[in-house]
């Protein structure tokens, strides 16, 4: 353990398996539903980092996007499905890493599921667009970091923690296990 969690006086340590991690990454991508979806890049080194939007997370902890067909994105996962993601709710909690497995596919009943109205922005032929995909990430491995009672008791307790000098966090993070 660490200096500074040593020094807790509350449990801040929290592993999530199965039904757990899946209802922290659902609660997680409902609150905060934007993340940098990271590849690797046909030689295997670090691809590119992208912002998107999970449209949903199923009752298995898929996360599912759209995409381009013809984007660089689907073009790396072709060449390498490993994938990441990297969630931040704001400035000082709600922090997620997943590590996974992306499938592309063409699948119009879960494109048809997924699809809102201000997609046609990027997809100009609506839902039937030839070039629309989704994307199914299925996590292996991720850690997340958040508060364990909001914002505003995390604030009191650090300033308490400042003012007399003792350790006083609220936050609470741990591995997700799928």
Same mark, same amino acid.
């Given at each position: /353990? @660490?200096? $500074?969690?040593?020094?807790?006086?509350?449990?801040?340590?929290?592993?999530? $398996?199965?039904?757990?991690?899946?209802?922290?990454?659902?609660?997680?991508?409902?609150?905060?539903?934007?993340?940098?979806?990271?590849?690797? @890049?046909?030689? =295997? &080194? !670090?691809?590119?980092? #992208?912002? /998107?939007?999970?449209?949903?997370?199923?009752?298995?902890?898929?996360?599912?996007?759209?995409?381009?067909?013809?984007?660089?994105?689907? /073009?790396?996962?072709?060449?390498? !499905?490993?994938?990441?993601?990297?969630?931040? &709710?704001?400035?000082?909690?709600?922090? +997620?890493?997943?590590? =996974?497995?992306?499938?592309?596919? #063409?699948? !119009?009943?879960?494109?048809?599921?997924?699809?809102?109205?201000?997609?046609?922005?990027?997809?100009?032929?609506?839902? @039937?667009? !030839? #070039?629309?995909?989704?994307?199914?990430?299925?996590?292996?491995?991720?850690?997340?970091? @958040?508060?364990?009672?909001?914002?505003?008791?995390?604030?009191?307790? +650090?300033? $308490? &923690?400042?003012?007399?000098?003792?350790? +006083?966090?609220?936050?609470?993070?741990? #591995?997700?296990?799928?």
């Amino acid at each position: /353990m @660490d200096s $500074i969690n040593a020094q807790q006086t509350e449990t801040n340590h929290q592993d999530l $398996i199965g039904e757990d991690a899946v209802k922290k990454i659902k609660d997680f991508v409902d609150s905060t539903s934007g993340c940098f979806f990271c590849t690797n @890049d046909a030689a =295997g &080194g !670090p691809g590119d980092a #992208r912002p /998107m939007t999970a449209l949903q997370v199923d009752e298995l902890g898929n996360l599912w996007f759209i995409s381009a067909s013809d984007s660089l994105k689907n /073009m790396e996962l072709a060449a390498d !499905p490993a994938a990441t993601l990297y969630f931040q &709710g704001s400035a000082h909690s709600e922090f +997620m890493h997943l590590e =996974g497995i992306a499938t592309v596919s #063409r699948d !119009p009943v879960k494109i048809k599921e997924l699809w809102s109205f201000t997609m046609k922005t990027w997809f100009t032929a609506g839902e @039937d667009d !030839p #070039r629309i995909t989704v994307i199914k990430f299925a996590p292996t491995y991720g850690y997340y970091w @958040d508060t364990k009672h909001g914002k505003a008791v995390a604030s009191v307790k +650090m300033l $308490i &923690g400042a003012v007399i000098g003792k350790t +006083m966090d609220d936050s609470i993070e741990g #591995r997700l296990d799928l």
